[in-house]
C-alpha cells in the first residue's frame, strides 16, 4: 500500500488551516517517503456524538467514525480534524486520539483525530495568535500520526511526549526525538 497520509474534515473547518496543515506535514513526514494529501469528503458530526451535560463530543465515536469510513477507503493513514470541543472516557478534554495498528505490520487503514478548538488563543480569552495556533496543530498532528506508526509516549525533548496542558504543547517541539525517528525507520522499513 502506498503510503499516504489522508487528512479529512469531520464538520467545518477552515479550508485554508487544512492546506497550510497538509504543507507542513508534507515537510515533516517526506525524510520517512510518506504523502500527504486532503480528502474531499467532509465527514458531518452526528447529534449522537454530542454529550450535551458536557457541551462537547464524543472523540471516540468520532474516531471510530473514521475508521469506519477508512476501511471502506482502504487508505494508509487518515487524520481527522474537528473543530469542536472533544473528550474521552475519564478526561476533561483531549486534544487529540489515535488508534494504534493492531499488528505491527498491519496495512490495514489506521486512524488519529485532532481537535483544534483548544489549540486557538481566543478559547481561553486571549488574542489570537495564527503563527501559535498552526505550530500547535502541527505538533498535535504529528503526535497522533506517531501514535498510529506504534510510537508510545517519549519523555525526550520529542514531539511525543504527552500534552495534558496547552502548555505542554507549546513547550515541546514539532519533531521526533533521534530514539523515536529510528523506531519509525524501522517500523517503515518493516512495511516494504
Ligand atoms: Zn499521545
Ligand atoms: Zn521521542
Known amino acids: 500500500m502506498k503510503k499516504i497520509i489522508r487528512l479529512l474534515k469531520i464538520g467545518q473547518v477552515n479550508h485554508s488551516i487544512l492546506h497550510r496543515l497538509k504543507k507542513k506535514l508534507e515537510l515533516s513526514f517526506r525524510e520517512l517517503s510518506v504523502s500527504v494529501d486532503s480528502l474531499m469528503d467532509i465527514i458531518p458530526l452526528e447529534n449522537s456524538e454530542y454529550n450535551i451535560k458536557r457541551s462537547q463530543y464524543n472523540a471516540s465515536?468520532?474516531?471510530?467514525?473514521?475508521?469506519?469510513y477508512a476501511q471502506n477507503e482502504r487508505t494508509f493513514r487518515i487524520l481527522g480534524i474537528v473543530d469542536k470541543d472533544i473528550f474521552s472516557n475519564s478526561l476533561n478534554f483531549v486534544f487529540g486520539l489515535a488508534m494504534s495498528p493492531k499488528k505491527e505490520l498491519t496495512t490495514t487503514p489506521v486512524v488519529a483525530l485532532i481537535s483544534i478548538t483548544r489549540l486557538r488563543e481566543n478559547f481561553y480569552r486571549r488574542v489570537d495568535n495564527n503563527k501559535?495556533?498552526?505550530?500547535?496543530?502541527?505538533?498535535?498532528?504529528?503526535?497522533?500520526l506517531g501514535h498510529t506508526f506504534?510510537?508510545?509516549?517519549?519523555n525526550k525533548f520529542c514531539v511525543m511526549q504527552f500534552s495534558n496542558s496547552l502548555a505542554d504543547t507549546d513547550e515541546?517541539?514539532?519533531?521526533?526525538c533521534d530514539s523515536c525517528l529510528e523506531k519509525l525507520r524501522s517500523f517503515f522499513k518493516k512495511l516494504e
Open 172 to 176: 515541546k517541539p514539532s519533531k521526533f
Open 132 to 144: 501559535l495556533f498552526e505550530s500547535r496543530i502541527l505538533k498535535e498532528a504529528i503526535h497522533e
Open 61 to 68: 465515536k468520532i474516531l471510530n467514525k473514521i475508521n469506519n
Open 150 to 154: 506504534n510510537l508510545g509516549h517519549c
